[in-house]
Nanobody, 125 residues
Framework: VQLQASGGGLVQAGGSLRLSCAAS????????SVWFRQAPEKEREFVAA????????YYADFLKGRFTISRDNAKNTVNLQMNNLKLEDTAVYYC???????????????????WGQGTQVTVSS
């Protein structure tokens, strides 16, 4: 499954962006889908995840309700609505998916074989 992330850009602090991850195959609808991010000289970190049917969502603690992950399996897309963006949200955002990841491992990049190319999000003051 090929994944294509889009929607990044330059935004002022306090603003919003909506990222999308489009999959090449409908089987993506059976995947747990995840967003990670990686800032320069930092490790890739977990942002948010959603189970294949949207029944469960998981978020990084540092988000404090600012981001919302959602999916539309009819369109093979997963979205990340990012509100009240902060300078520290600046990073390349990657989407990923897995049909076999278990909940306790959902936050670890090593468990995902399918990755999008990343989309840059830059938050300015």
């Amino acid at each position: 499954v090929q994944l294509q992330a889009s929607g990044g850009g330059l935004v002022q602090a306090g603003g919003s962006l909506r990222l999308s991850c489009a999959a090449s195959r409908k089987i993506f609808g059976r995947y747990t889908s995840v967003w990670f991010r990686q800032a320069p000289e930092k490790e890739r970190e977990f942002v948010a995840a959603i189970t294949w049917n949207g029944g469960y969502t998981y978020y990084a603690d540092f988000l404090k309700g600012r981001f919302t992950i959602s999916r539309d399996n009819a369109k093979n897309t997963v979205n990340l609505q990012m509100n009240n963006l902060k300078l520290e949200d600046t990073a390349v955002y990657y989407c990923a998916g897995s049909s076999s990841v278990i909940t306790s491992q959902i936050r670890y990049p090593r468990n995902y074989a399918n990755w999008g190319q990343g989309t840059q999000v830059t938050v300015s003051s």
